[in-house]
């Protein structure tokens, strides 16, 4: 007892014997493990989720100190979630605020024609500034990141390609540096393909903030000054702005400053910027939000948690019935002269090593797991793609299999000693198992009482939670949703470089695959339903005088769709009739469909035949938008969500995109390679990744 590493010696002999008891009963052993590692093991999935999309810090460099800057329109509440893009000169005057941010990037949407090797390619590109790359601290993997210096046009073309882009078209090519690629901006029609020489490799493990959270990211990032309108107008527009806050500046004090800019700014633009307010949330607290999995995850954790400790109880269970067996054999080690302290820790010893038995298997059941969370969640799930076993995540693992032991091996750790020696000696059989009077009768049952409140509790949880989710999928949508295809078109500039020739090609498509066998309907629209796509448009019922032009009016939500879109969707039509294809006709009068919240909010009731007044450019002439028709409510932007006051305008290609719907009478997938095809004739340049 006074040698050194007496104690090491001890904890060895109890892990030997531990271990060698497990060996003895199979049975209890493989059940045991089992049962834990169903418990561990969800636990760590679900944790390991949590840690990564919750916890995790952003892969950028002083991503505490990021935070995403947007505009609120007039009438919105400025409140975490709020706020849209930005146009350019709103970023220009943010880069003012040199007291509270270090830092100022933008990073725009663009698309780019590349011809490759299997034929024209369309590229999503990031638009980028020229500090992007060193504000986020990434390193390339190949070559060297744009930098200020770059030259955003002319004879100094350059483009960063994304690792994934760089591996699928140039087979990971080790000299791809120096070459020049043949770029085309789609958007911009005035752009000739011009060449672009490739600086550099994006490391596999970039992701571009914001963007990537909706399940694509870039193809490639190009210096190049933002397409925002640079003129003075109101300041929701396309750029994503991103600043690093300077040390010891909170965002409080950031968004009082912002504050103080978004009143500048109405007071030296009226006509446009005024009730605009400009809003700095968290990087994180964004691109979390986006898919909004915070509860979700909390309720799972949860669950798991309640999962754990059932298991555990069932385990300690299991344990205090063996430790009843083995009743006698440790009173004849305390006969023979071992302390209780020695007794409780050689059985919490044996507890441990199965705890962790457990927690090896758990972490097996957890790596299966979790590949089932990536490739079955929603694809716009944000950080979906860096849910993995990391050493936080190992470490919780590794704790509460620790921790679970310890508590949940006490009792049984406890029963089989301390009891009077003569009692256990004499016991034989059965009989072992009820001597021990009051004290007994407690150990024996309170497991099971836990066990089952345990259990209420966690069936009352599922219960109410299936409740909900019963209800939310009674929620009546008033649109159908059954045998939808749904696909992203964008039109290169050799089909489309012109809005009427937009237009042209997209009623093409639709020809096209309306003739396709199994084709009820095809429509188009500027925002797919149901994934919280359109915005918001300024609704006025006279023509804004000057007395009233710069005061924010009420604003309704705005989408444009084809002729066939309310007949696809099943959005019956309650008065009036739907759109024509002469509606999107030029010189045609401008006309608006409407839905029941909109007539109530606005008119009170009857308005096909009435007229109003959209936009929130209000210097424009003949902005009169005849209402031809109103449709019934529906939930198009979230189950969750009321029907909110909206309009609908005919589909008008001022870009070359659109969203396709295609309703068949077969399974949707099956046409899929059709649908390609057809819109291949038209469009040759399909995205590489899509």
């Known amino acids: 007892r006074v040698r050194a590493g007496h104690f090491l010696e001890t904890l060895w002999q109890d892990i030997r014997f531990g271990a060698r008891m497990l060996r003895t009963s199979p049975g209890f052993t493989i059940v045991a493990v089992l049962t834990l590692a169903l418990g561990i093991g969800a636990n760590t999935a679900i944790f390991s989720a949590t840690y990564s999309i919750l916890l995790k810090p952003l892969p950028y460099k002083d991503s505490e100190r990021l935070v995403n800057i947007g505009a609120v329109p007039p009438g919105e509440v400025v409140e975490a979630g709020s706020g849209d893009s930005l146009y350019s000169f709103a970023i220009e005057e943010i880069k003012s605020q040199t007291k509270v941010f270090e830092q100022v990037i933008a990073l725009e949407l663009g698309i780019y024609r590349f ?387 937009c237009n042209a090609a997209f009623d093409q498509i639709v020809e096209r695959i309306q003739a396709l066998p199994g084709v009820e309907e095809v429509a188009i629209t500027n925002y797919p339903p149901l994934e919280g796509g359109g915005i918001f448009t300024g609704v006025s019922l006279e023509p804004p005088s000057a007395a009233t032009a710069s005061q924010p009016g009420p604003t309704a939500k705005s989408m444009q769709v084809g002729p066939a879109y309310f007949r696809l969707m099943g959005i019956p039509l309650l008065r009036g009739r739907e759109f024509t294809a002469a509606d999107s006709q030029h010189g045609s009068p401008p006309v608006v469909i409407v839905n029941q919240a909109f007539a109530k909010k606005f008119f009170g009731g009857h308005v096909v035949g009435r007229r109003l007044w959209l936009g929130l450019d209000k210097k424009k002439k003949n902005r009169w938008m005849y209402i031809v028709g109103e449709v019934r409510d529906a939930r198009d932007s979230s189950p969750s969500q009321a029907p909110q006051p909206e309009e609908y305008t005919p589909f008008d290609a001022a870009f070359p995109s659109g969203e396709l719907l295609v309703r068949t009478q077969v399974s949707p997938e099956s046409l899929v390679p059709a649908i390609r095809e057809q819109i291949e004739k038209v469009s040759t340049a399909p995205f590489s990744t899509s």
């Not at 369309?122 to 601290?137: C, D, I, P, Q």
């Not at 159908?480 to 295809?485: E, G, K, V, Y």
Request: charged share 15%; proline share 5%; net charge positive.
């Open 115 to 501: 011809k490759a090797r299997s034929g024209p390619t369309l590229l999503l590109t990031g638009l980028v500034s020229g500090n992007y790359f060193t504000t986020l601290g990434v390193k390339p993997a190949l070559g060297r990141m744009i930098s200020p210096s770059d030259a955003p046009s002319g004879s100094g073309r350059v483009v960063v390609l994304s690792y994934m882009f760089w591996q699928k078209q140039f087979a990971g090519d080790s000299k791809i540096v120096g070459r020049q690629l043949e770029l085309a901006d789609v958007l911009n029609r005035s752009h000739a393909p011009a060449p672009y020489t490739v600086i550099g490799v994006a490391p596999a493990s970039f992701a571009s903030p914001i963007f990537s959270s909706y399940g694509r990211d870039c193809d490639a990032w190009i210096p190049q000054s933002p397409r925002g309108i640079n003129a003075p107008g109101n300041l929701g527009g396309d750029i994503v702005a991103i600043a690093r806050l300077k040390r010891g500046v909170t965002l409080e004090k950031a968004n009082a400053a912002l504050q103080s800019l978004s009143e500048v700014l109405g007071e030296e633009y009226p006509q446009t910027a005024r009730g605009w307010n400009l809003h700095a949330e968290g990087l994180k607290d964004v691109i979390v939000g986006i898919g909004k999995p915070r509860l979700a995850l909390m309720v799972l954790l949860g669950a798991v948690g309640l999962l754990l400790l059932i298991a555990c109880v069932n385990v300690s269970s299991l344990m205090l019935a063996r430790a009843w067996g083995r009743s006698r054999e440790i009173a004849i080690r305390e006969a023979l002269g071992a302390t209780r302290l020695r007794v409780v820790r050689q059985s919490l010893t044996e507890t441990l090593l199965l705890f962790l038995l457990g927690c090896g298997l758990g972490l097996l059941l957890a790596h299966w797991g979790i590949s089932a969370l990536r490739a079955n969640a929603p694809q716009d799930t944000p950080r979906l793609g860096e849910i993995g076993l990391y050493g936080a995540v190992l470490w919780y693992a590794l704790g509460i299999s620790i921790v679970t032991a310890i508590v949940f091996g006490l009792a049984p750790a406890l029963q089989v000693s301390g009891r009077k020696l003569y009692t256990r000696l004499n016991a034989t059989g059965m009989s072992s198992v009820y001597a021990g009077g009051e004290r007994r009768h407690v150990y024996r049952h309170g497991p099971v009482i836990l066990e089952v409140s345990l259990a209420v509790v966690l069936l009352v949880g599922s219960g109410l939670l299936l409740r909900s989710f019963a209800k939310l999928l009674s929620v009546p949508l008033g649109l159908r949703t059954d045998h939808i295809l749904t696909t992203d078109v964008q039109l290169d500039q050799g089909t489309c470089n012109g809005g009427a020739l």
